[in-house]
């Protein structure tokens, strides 16, 4: 699913990355962890296509996906990759059904599919009555699993996350956690997600252990 071959990035004189080797099989779940400073939001960066390495390659689905140019890349980020980040990014003058839709008309999908698909990830993410609802009249944990449905919109290969459950309460950060799981176990997912939990990583199919620029054996 995700080849990861000899990364290096580096970022003026400081190299941050010092030749990454990963393989990450399809619908497996796998935890990156690691002390700040370790490297782990520049892979997941990198992996996700929004910053290109200094050299080494990544294939996704066997695609070698920084031979594209920049269109095709894009149009490959917005089809493959989903996000999810600490802060949800939901954009405020939208509701969460028209957040959810947001890269699915990026994808030049119709809006009656884009908007089915929307509320059929939201009915299943228990927010079925929150799909009128913009992003401030939501709580912590709503917002989140709505970012959750933004990601899954365009059925991507592979979902990224960094940090998702870092600003949210314990109740919510173990929804989110179960969420994962289950996308993993009903859906074939894959995910890769960065935390600091170590519990969450313990349950992972893998753990990834960063220091300084490296994979720990």
Known sequence: MI???????????????????????????????????????????????????????????????????????????????????????????????????????????????????????????GLKDRMTHKPSELSGGERQRVAVARALINDPAVVLADEPSGNLDSKNREDLHDLFFTLRDQFNQTLVIVTHDEDFARQSDKIIRMRDGWIEE
């Open 3 to 125: 080849e990861v071959q000899n990364i290096t990035k580096s970022f003026g004189k400081l190299q941050v990355l010092k030749g990454i080797d990963l393989h990450i099989p399809q619908g497996k779940l796998y935890s990156i962890v690691g002390p700040s400073g370790a490297g782990k939001t520049t892979l997941l960066q990198i992996m996700g296509t929004l910053s290109k390495p200094d050299s080494g390659e990544l294939a996704i689905r066997e695609q070698a996906v920084f031979t594209m140019d920049e269109k095709r890349l894009a149009a490959f980020r917005n089809r493959e990759i989903g996000f999810v980040f600490q802060f949800h990014y939901l954009l405020p003058e939208f509701n969460a059904l028209e957040n959810v839709c947001i890269p699915a008309f990026i994808a030049k999908k119709s809006k009656k599919e884009a908007e089915a698909k929307a509320e059929e990830l939201l009915h299943f993410l």
